[in-house]
C-alpha cells in the first residue's frame, strides 16, 4: 500500500466513524450504552423505536466499531466498544456546547437546565 492509499484509508476510517454518528438516534444509542449494556428490546424502548428500526441503527454502530454486541441466549446484548467512545462523545458534546448556540436551549426544554459536556459520566 502507498503513502497516499494508506492516507486515504485512514481519512476514509475516520469519515466512516462520522457517519456513523451523524444520525440523532445512533447518536442517542450511544448516549444510552455509555451508561451500560443494554439488549435491542431495552434500547429500542428507552430511545421510542421499533426494534427493527433500533437494530438498523446498531448494525450502522457496530460496523463502524462504536460498539460490540454479545449473544446471551436468544437475546442481544450491545455496549460501548471501549473507553475511547466515551471520549468521542464527551468531546462531540463538548464541541456542541462550545460552537452550537441553542445546545442549551436544547438541553434545557429536555432536562430541565443546561447540560455541560464532561458532567455526564457512565456508571
Known amino acids: 500500500m502507498s503513502d497516499r492509499q494508506a492516507k486515504e484509508a485512514l481519512y476514509d476510517a475516520l469519515a466512516e466513524i462520522a457517519k456513523a454518528m451523524s ?10 450504552l455509555i451508561r451500560g449494556e443494554r439488549s ?3 434500547l429500542a424502548d ?8 433500533t437494530s438498523q441503527h446498531l448494525q450502522r454502530l457496530l ?11 436468544n437475546r442481544i446484548f450491545y455496549s460501548v466498544a471501549g473507553p475511547s467512545v466515551y471520549t468521542l462523545w464527551r468531546t462531540l458534546r463538548d464541541a ?3 460552537h452550537v448556540e441553542q445546545i442549551d436551549d436544547v438541553a434545557r426544554a429536555y432536562h430541565g437546565k443546561p447540560r ?8
Open 46 to 53: 428507552e430511545i421510542g423505536q421499533s426494534v427493527a428500526n
Open 116 to 123: 455541560r459536556a464532561g458532567h455526564h459520566h457512565p456508571r
Open 96 to 98: 456542541a456546547v462550545s
Open 63 to 73: 460496523r463502524s466499531g462504536l460498539v460490540a454486541s454479545r449473544r446471551d441466549g
Open 23 to 32: 444520525s440523532g438516534r445512533r447518536a442517542e444509542l450511544v448516549d444510552v
Open 40 to 42: 435491542v428490546e431495552d
